[in-house]
């Protein structure tokens, strides 16, 4: 057996390494780009942009607006979110807000937010734009409901910050500015590609979170089953399993951390069907391209929805589960991936939920789920969610 000294031991793993490179760089599946560092990810608004139209495929339906969660529980995964998800890996979740949450906690390189409803991804966008326009909690929440900025210490309690926001004046003159601000940075200053009707749709969702304000509450289309959920702001001040708060608006400090993963673009936006034909494969090769892993995916409930075999015009066929799974392999995952499920009772209470609340939050890990699924262990939904 031959002797190979050190230097060229050094030499030969350089070659090697410079080869992978130049293999990597020429096989990028949709982009000319150079792939980036996994740890310096960097994303400018002209890529921004590009990546919501490249990565998004035709909208869906649901029969809700879904401008907030009605997931009360979704706090209660916290503690765990902190012990298992390591800092640094890519972040999936679908829906409005609750998102913020769960990203400042994960600490995650990216953030991307996939769901049914273009609005929802239109809703990001404002989101966006109020985290840019705003320096502070006390700021954003002004702007959130479009009222005056009130003489409030900007460091004081959520509390104290919600009950300020709430009285403070507002008036149709504001919001038409508020928008107008709003407007002028998505299209003006981002240039993002944004319809007539896009435009609209964002007119539409901040008139109701102006004309509700922190009384807003999630409602399904034509049910009338609003006040069966809680409102904007006391979704805001739900607390972890300890009780403590810990929404992204319990602190100065984690607002501050989600507005600057909103300045760097890192938190995009599309709009995605979880067993469509394109935006998880698109993304899945952009993720793979830049090295990146999926280490959370907050699914919500839309799980039940694709398990389903129900009629409903707006729940898919049972046929789309193995399309979601295909979807779900098509991502590249770390090892210790986990999945954020929301689970409402579907005619079985479950042992991890909380007295008072309608929905059970739950950390299920993704490798053994892909498991299950290979070895036909997933017969039902319960399957997925049970202990």
Excluded: C
């Amino acid at each position: 057996m031959s002797r190979i000294s050190r230097v060229s031991r050094t030499s030969i793993f350089s070659l090697g390494v410079a080869l992978l490179l130049i293999l990597a760089a020429a096989t990028i599946p949709w982009t000319h780009e150079q792939p980036r560092a996994a740890t310096n990810l960097e994303v400018s608004i002209e890529q921004f942009g590009r990546y919501i139209e490249q990565w998004s495929e035709p909208e869906g339906y649901f029969d809700s607006d879904n401008f907030i969660s009605n997931e009360t529980s979704y706090l209660h995964v916290i503690d765990q979110l902190q012990k298992q998800v390591k800092p640094g890996g890519v972040y999936l979740g679908v829906g409005p807000d609750q998102n913020f949450s769960y990203i400042v906690h994960t600490k995650p390189m990216l953030a991307i937010i996939t769901d049914i409803r273009r609005q929802n991804m239109l809703e990001h966008l404002w989101y966006k734009a109020l985290f840019a326009l705003a320096s502070n909690r006390l700021e954003y929440l002004s702007l959130l409901t479009s009222r005056e900025v009130p003489r409030a210490n900007a460091a004081s309690s959520l509390e104290q910050l919600l009950q300020a926001v709430g009285e403070s004046r507002t008036s149709e003159e504001l919001f038409r500015k508020n928008m107008a601000a709003v407007k002028s940075l998505l299209v003006d200053k981002y240039r993002l590609r944004l319809s007539a009707a896009d435009l609209s749709k964002i007119e539409y969702v901040y008139h109701t979170f102006w004309h509700e304000g922190l009384d807003l509450r999630f409602s399904s289309i034509g049910r009338n089953n609003a006040l069966n959920y809680p409102t904007l702001g006391e979704m805001l001040l739900e607390t972890d399993r300890q009780g403590r708060q810990q929404s992204y608006l319990s602190s100065e400090e984690l607002f501050q951390q989600l507005k600057k993963l909103e300045s760097e673009n890192r938190l995009i936006p599309i709009v995605g069907d979880f067993a469509g034909p394109r935006a998880f494969k698109t993304v899945g090769a952009f993720l793979k391209t830049n090295g990146q892993y999926v280490s959370t995916f907050y699914t919500s409930n839309v799980e039940f929805y694709l398990f389903s075999s129900s009629d409903w015009r707006y729940l898919f066929s049972s046929s789309n589960w193995a399309r979601f799974v295909g979807n779900l392999r098509s991502l590249p995952l770390s090892n210790d991936a986990i999945f954020i499920r929301s689970y409402f009772g579907n005619g079985r209470p479950h042992p991890l939920n909380m007295r008072g609340h309608r929905s059970t939050s739950i950390v299920k890990p993704v490798g053994p789920f892909l498991a299950d699924y290979d070895a036909g262990k997933i017969a039902e939904y319960w399957d997925i969610v049970k202990p």
